[in-house]
């Protein structure tokens, strides 16, 4: 009991000192599990403290920043950590999040759609309104395959030129056309040419995501939509995303489609096809 | 061969690549050493215990406890636990490596104190028969007489279980620890080449699971030594 007494004295002196050094920024501490040892609260009252809260790009030195592993968040943070700022990766999107939301993080770097959806689900999050960097999506395909590379390129034209990539893409962002346009396959489409395995990491709302046991979303939907200009019957094969490009390369799938930007890197590997979109990278942080 | 001097060369030296496999192998060294040592004082502590009661009969209520951790922890993935352990447990704590090497002791304790259980109750009752009857408490026979002989009988299984440990510390990239296989995740997320990451984070696993088993077969040497 006494020692239990003694212990509770302790954390309760760290929060308050951390809450009275941290005047004005937000505390992490708050939601912690009451049974914590006292050495763990100090950990983490210390991580808040050095948050002095990221607001601008130029905040970032120093910080601890969450992205997902091999998105382009993650490249481009990585230039940070020569200047003090400790990368964390992880598989998904949302594991990192789940650590901003801890106090774990000072600061998540992930595409703009997915944070609009994070961002909505969760009131203690906001996204900063300066973009960390602006990208164009597209889809990636081997080197040895330049003929497929050339004929969804087509396909893409014909899609932008009909609008029917432009009703995909509001059928899943912005308010007033969500839900409005769901794209389904023209009747009686020829499928002759076989399958085309479309390699994704199904964690990517709205680009990619679980609708029940369906993968959904833009890119599903733009992919289908290219089969049926192409021919193909569409099989969609969910996997880590750091492992598309090694699938489409060693071609266990024929294309990767997952909100991938066009880096350099990436473009001495595989080849990508027109860009379909553009999206930026954002700053999610605590409220 | 220039181009494979070309991709050793982009997945290893450029940009310092190799730092991420020397660190990864730093925290997947510190993460299994000291779970090594948490999960062997859990495991004998809880081995004794379940021994000591289907031998005597006491501690009854210690052995229900020790029964619930095996069934727990043996009966849901590493992983889960791991997870559990990073983002319900330890909610405010950032110190990864602290939570991973609580999370692989524990689940190593369970595995070691089955396999030491087996080795106690695979010593002959007359052992301890004959300890007690020399005078010896219970736990002066448990300490003089069958630990000796048990340990030297569960060695090869307890080695097996490092090294299964020292492998499954592989799965720490769920929590973004990076750890030697997620250092060769990050190189391949950078150089887009299965390859050359993949195979050298495989030798190095191998090095050190070599370096362990020549280790453990040495001890096992040693210890036989007093059988002539």
Same mark, same amino acid.
Request: hydrophobic residues 45%.
């Given at each position: 009991?006494?020692?239990?007494k003694k212990?509770?004295?302790?954390?309760?002196?760290?929060?308050?000192a951390?809450s009275?050094?941290?005047?004005?920024?937000?505390?992490?501490?708050?939601n912690a599990?009451p049974?914590?040892t006292a050495?763990a609260?100090?950990?983490?009252a210390?991580?808040?403290d050095?948050?002095?809260?990221?607001?601008?790009?130029?905040?970032?030195?120093?910080?601890i920043?969450?992205?997902?592993?091999?998105?382009t968040?993650?490249?481009?943070a990585?230039?940070?950590?020569?200047?003090?700022?400790?990368?964390?990766?992880?598989?998904?999107?949302?594991?990192a999040?789940?650590a /901003?939301?801890q106090?774990?993080? !000072?600061?998540v770097?992930?595409d703009?759609? $997915?944070?609009q959806?994070?961002?909505?689900k969760?009131?203690?999050?906001?996204?900063?309104d300066?973009?960390?960097?602006v990208?164009d999506y597209?889809?990636? &395909?081997?080197? !040895?395959?330049?003929?497929l590379t050339?004929?969804?390129n087509?396909?893409?034209?014909?899609l932008?030129a009909?609008?029917?990539? #432009?009703?995909?893409?509001?059928?899943?962002?912005?308010?007033?056309?969500?839900?409005q346009?769901?794209y389904?396959? $023209?009747?009686?489409?020829?499928?002759s040419?076989?399958t085309?395995?479309?390699?994704?990491?199904?964690?990517?709302e709205p =680009?990619?995501?679980y609708?029940? !046991?369906?993968?959904?979303?833009?890119d599903a939907d733009?992919?289908?939509?290219?089969c049926?200009k192409?021919g193909y019957?569409l099989q969609?094969?969910?996997m880590e995303f750091d492992?598309i490009?090694?699938?489409v390369q060693?071609?266990?799938?024929?294309?990767?489609?997952?909100?991938?930007t066009?880096t350099q890197d990436r +473009?001495t590997?595989?080849?990508f096809?027109?860009?379909?979109? *553009?999206?930026?990278q954002?700053?999610?942080?605590?409220? | 061969?220039? #181009?494979f001097q070309?991709?050793?060369?982009?997945n290893?030296?450029k940009?310092?690549? =190799?730092?991420?496999?020397?660190?990864?192998l730093?925290n997947? /060294? &510190?993460?299994?050493?000291f779970a090594?040592v948490?999960?062997v004082?859990?495991?004998? +502590?809880?081995?004794?215990?379940?021994?000591t009661?289907?031998?005597?009969g006491?501690l009854?209520?210690l052995?229900? +406890?020790c029964?619930?951790?095996? *069934?727990?922890?043996?009966? *849901?993935p590493m992983?889960?636990?791991?997870?559990?352990?990073? =983002?319900?447990?330890f909610v405010s @704590?950032?110190n990864?490596i602290?939570?991973a090497?609580?999370a692989?002791?524990?689940?190593?304790?369970a595995?070691?104190?089955?396999?030491?259980r087996?080795?106690?109750?695979?010593?002959d009752?007359?052992?301890f028969?004959?300890?007690?009857?020399?005078?010896?408490?219970?736990?002066?026979?448990?300490w003089y007489?069958?630990? $000796?002989?048990?340990?030297k009988n569960?060695? $090869?299984a307890l080695?097996?279980?490092?090294?299964?440990?020292?492998?499954?510390?592989s799965?720490?990239? =769920?929590?973004?620890?990076?750890d030697?296989?997620?250092?060769?995740?990050?190189?391949?997320?950078?150089t887009y080449e299965?390859?050359?990451?993949?195979?050298?984070?495989a030798?190095?696993y191998?090095i050190?699971?070599?370096?362990? *088993?020549a280790?453990?077969g040495?001890?096992?040497?040693?210890l036989?030594? @007093?059988?002539?």
């Amino acid at each position: 009991m006494k020692n239990m007494k003694k212990v509770a004295a302790a954390v309760l002196g760290v929060c308050m000192a951390a809450s009275l050094m941290a005047c004005g920024s937000s505390a992490a501490t708050e939601n912690a599990a009451p049974a914590e040892t006292a050495a763990a609260e100090k950990t983490a009252a210390e991580s808040t403290d050095s948050s002095a809260a990221v607001t601008c790009v130029d905040d970032l030195p120093g910080k601890i920043i969450g992205v997902q592993l091999g998105t382009t968040g993650d490249i481009y943070a990585s230039d940070y950590e020569a200047e003090g700022s400790t990368i964390e990766r992880y598989n998904k999107g949302a594991d990192a999040i789940q650590a /901003l939301k801890q106090g774990k993080l !000072d600061c998540v770097i992930i595409d703009n759609q $997915p944070a609009q959806a994070f961002v909505e689900k969760n009131d203690d999050l906001k996204i900063l309104d300066e973009e960390f960097a602006v990208e164009d999506y597209a889809i990636c &395909i081997s080197k !040895d395959n330049a003929e497929l590379t050339e004929s969804i390129n087509g396909a893409l034209a014909e899609l932008k030129a009909e609008g029917i990539l #432009d009703s995909i893409i509001g059928n899943y962002i912005g308010d007033d056309t969500k839900g409005q346009s769901p794209y389904v396959s $023209p009747e009686g489409v020829d499928r002759s040419n076989g399958t085309l395995t479309m390699a994704t990491n199904a964690a990517f709302e709205p =680009y990619e995501f679980y609708d029940g !046991d369906k993968i959904v979303g833009i890119d599903a939907d733009m992919a289908q939509a290219v089969c049926d200009k192409l021919g193909y019957e569409l099989q969609i094969e969910d996997m880590e995303f750091d492992s598309i490009i090694n699938a489409v390369q060693s071609g266990k799938a024929d294309i990767g489609v997952a909100g991938m930007t066009v880096t350099q890197d990436r +473009l001495t590997s595989v080849d990508f096809t027109d860009p379909y979109t *553009t999206a930026k990278q954002v700053i999610i942080v605590r409220k | 061969m220039s #181009d494979f001097q070309l991709k050793f060369y982009t997945n290893f030296i450029k940009e310092d690549r =190799y730092m991420y496999l020397l660190k990864g192998l730093g925290n997947t /060294l &510190i993460i299994t050493l000291f779970a090594v040592v948490i999960g062997v004082v859990l495991g004998f +502590l809880v081995a004794i215990i379940r021994s000591t009661y289907a031998k005597t009969g006491r501690l009854k209520l210690l052995n229900a +406890l020790c029964g619930i951790y095996l *069934t727990v922890i043996r009966g *849901t993935p590493m992983m889960i636990q791991l997870m559990i352990m990073f =983002y319900v447990v330890f909610v405010s @704590s950032n110190n990864k490596i602290l939570v991973a090497v609580i999370a692989f002791g524990i689940n190593s304790g369970a595995y070691v104190a089955e396999i030491v259980r087996s080795g106690i109750m695979s010593i002959d009752q007359g052992q301890f028969e004959a300890g007690r009857s020399l005078g010896f408490s219970y736990p002066q026979t448990m300490w003089y007489i069958i630990m $000796p002989q048990a340990f030297k009988n569960v060695l $090869p299984a307890l080695a097996n279980e490092f090294i299964v440990l020292l492998k499954e510390t592989s799965i720490c990239g =769920y929590i973004g620890l990076m750890d030697l296989t997620r250092g060769g995740d990050i190189i391949r997320s950078r150089t887009y080449e299965a390859f050359m990451p993949l195979i050298a984070v495989a030798i190095i696993y191998l090095i050190m699971v070599v370096g362990l *088993t020549a280790l453990v077969g040495k001890l096992e040497r040693r210890l036989r030594a @007093s059988e002539r």
